[in-house]
């Protein structure tokens, strides 16, 4: 991909790129609708990404181009700008406002992407392409944050400059990948540890339902607001930052404040999805593909019941999961609305599987899904 790139770089610039750099997806193994609550996910990283080649240039502006869309953008170097309506530019427009905001002095550059991530998909391509663009600047001119500091940039970008009101998983994931590995990251203190993923005999499949979502404009926004509404009526009688530090059993004492039922089935559904992370590290831990598989089946359940952001193709996904053998666990993954399921397959199954599931996720829904095997990989590098 790398010489590709640079190759229509050379094209759409007449000039050739200084540097290819690589920045992976993420998919959330457990822990859904967390971050926002102040708890525990277990995201990691995918082979899945967004390739980006930069060049400096002398004409004092940016300019913005990627093989994945028609649409460009070209904005001057130096100073702030405004968000775009819904144009794809916005996320990397936005992370060179923070370092403009921040001081930092960057003169002109030509960013060409490619993107491998299903738009919309809950793979987290937004991030991707946030990180990237940071990673690369900062690699290239050597603004001097460490990716901690980048995660927090980008997070900014998210919740700021695209109205998005998300927590910092994403990012995270993506800067702060491993191979093999999982992060199990706490969302409040960003005190993390990687955890040793073995799948053994499985591969882990990512299943996009082709149902096209924008996060910005879904029931996101809403779900954060009623679990906020939780927090301030459980504050009536007991002191919490967040509705994660609540056990389930100290939940049970005090969730008598919540009156209406469906404030009451998205703090429940977060107090035990909290809960679910600590024990699926323990069985990855342990060795255990099995009970981290129902664990995943234990995690959708929820995510369709209680918080009510999976939807009739997501379950046709993780339905069909549950009847076929040689899946040990499913679950939706990312913020729901569509997007991506992801399940533990056993290897040397995969054709059998894409074949099977296509066949009655077309009965069901009436087109088909988009099927993936990834393994677990890298953060951001310079190629």
Same mark, same amino acid.
């Given at each position: 991909?790398?010489?590709?790139? /640079?190759?229509?770089?050379?094209?759409?610039?007449?000039?050739?790129?200084?540097?290819?750099?690589?920045?992976?997806?993420?998919?959330?193994?457990?822990?859904?609708?967390?971050? *926002?609550?102040?708890?525990?996910?277990?995201?990691?990283?995918?082979?899945?990404?967004?390739? #980006?080649?930069?060049?400096?240039?002398?004409?004092?502006?940016?300019?913005?181009?990627? +093989?994945?869309?028609?649409?460009?953008?070209?904005? @001057?170097?130096?100073?702030?700008?405004?968000?775009?309506?819904?144009?794809?530019?916005?996320?990397?427009?936005?992370?060179?406002? @923070?370092?403009?905001?921040?001081?930092?002095?960057?003169?002109?550059?030509?960013?060409?992407? *490619?993107? &491998?991530?299903?738009?919309?998909?809950?793979?987290?391509?937004?991030?991707?392409?946030?990180?990237?663009?940071?990673?690369?600047?900062?690699?290239? #001119? &050597?603004?001097?944050?460490? &990716?901690?500091?980048?995660?927090?940039?980008?997070?900014?970008? @998210?919740? %700021?400059?695209?109205?998005?009101?998300?927590?910092?998983?994403?990012?995270?994931?993506?800067?702060?990948? /491993?191979? %093999?590995?999982?992060?199990?990251?706490?969302?409040?203190?960003?005190?993390?540890?990687?955890?040793?993923?073995?799948?053994?005999?499985?591969?882990?499949?990512?299943?996009?339902?082709?149902?096209?979502?924008?996060?910005?404009?879904?029931?996101?926004? @809403?779900?954060?607001?009623?679990?906020?509404?939780? +927090? $301030?009526?459980?504050?009536?009688?007991?002191?919490?930052?967040?509705?994660?530090?609540?056990?389930?059993?100290?939940?049970?004492?005090?969730?008598? +404040?919540?009156?209406?039922?469906?404030?009451?089935?998205?703090?429940?559904?977060?107090? $035990?999805?909290?809960?679910?992370? =600590?024990?699926?590290?323990?069985?990855?831990?342990?060795? &255990?593909?099995?009970?981290?598989?129902?664990?995943? !089946?234990?995690? =959708?359940?929820?995510?369709? /019941?209680?918080?009510?952001?999976?939807?009739?193709?997501?379950?046709?996904?993780?339905?069909?999961?549950?009847? *076929?053998? =040689?899946? #040990?666990?499913?679950?939706?993954?990312?913020?729901?609305?569509?997007?991506?399921?992801?399940?533990?397959?056993?290897?040397?199954? /995969?054709?059998?599987?894409?074949?099977?599931?296509?066949? !009655? *996720?077309?009965?069901?829904?009436?087109?088909?899904?988009?099927?993936?095997?990834?393994?677990?990989?890298?953060?951001?590098?310079?190629?």
């Amino acid at each position: 991909m790398k010489i590709k790139l /640079e190759e229509k770089f050379a094209e759409q610039y007449h000039q050739n790129a200084d540097a290819v750099y690589f920045t992976p997806g993420r998919v959330n193994l457990i822990g859904e609708h967390i971050d *926002y609550n102040g708890g525990l996910v277990m995201p990691c990283a995918i082979t899945l990404g967004t390739w #980006i080649a930069i060049a400096p240039n002398n004409d004092n502006k940016f300019r913005f181009k990627s +093989l994945n869309f028609d649409a460009q953008a070209e904005v @001057e170097s130096n100073k702030t700008h405004e968000k775009n309506g819904s144009l794809w530019a916005n996320y990397p427009i936005g992370v060179i406002n @923070e370092f403009i905001k921040d001081g930092k002095e960057i003169n002109g550059f030509d960013f060409l992407y *490619y993107g &491998n991530i299903p738009i919309g998909s809950g793979l987290s391509s937004s991030a991707s392409i946030e990180i990237a663009t940071a990673f690369a600047l900062n690699s290239y #001119i &050597n603004l001097g944050y460490d &990716n901690l500091e980048l995660v927090k940039i980008a997070k900014r970008v @998210e919740n %700021d400059f695209i109205g998005l009101n998300s927590g910092i998983m994403d990012q995270f994931a993506v800067a702060f990948g /491993e191979k %093999d590995k999982a992060i199990v990251l706490d969302c409040e203190t960003l005190k993390y540890k990687m955890v040793d993923v073995d799948l053994g005999n499985y591969v882990l499949a990512i299943i996009n339902t082709n149902k096209p979502r924008e996060l910005a404009d879904s029931k996101y926004n @809403e779900r954060v607001e009623e679990c906020q509404t939780a +927090l $301030k009526l459980l504050n009536e009688e007991i002191t919490l930052h967040n509705l994660c530090e609540l056990t389930a059993e100290k939940f049970a004492l005090h969730s008598h +404040l919540i009156a209406d039922e469906t404030v009451l089935n998205r703090a429940t559904h977060v107090v $035990k999805e909290n809960d679910r992370v =600590h024990l699926a590290a323990k069985a990855l831990n342990a060795g &255990n593909l099995e009970e981290f598989g129902r664990l995943m !089946y234990a995690s =959708h359940q929820s995510l369709k /019941e209680l918080y009510e952001v999976s939807g009739k193709e997501l379950d046709a996904v993780v339905d069909f999961c549950s009847t *076929y053998n =040689h899946v #040990i666990g499913a679950r939706m993954t990312g913020a729901g609305f569509g997007g991506c399921a992801i399940a533990l397959l056993e290897k040397g199954y /995969e054709e059998d599987f894409a074949k099977q599931l296509t066949d !009655y *996720y077309v009965d069901k829904i009436g087109y088909p899904a988009a099927i993936y095997v990834s393994e677990i990989g890298n953060g951001p590098t310079k190629l």
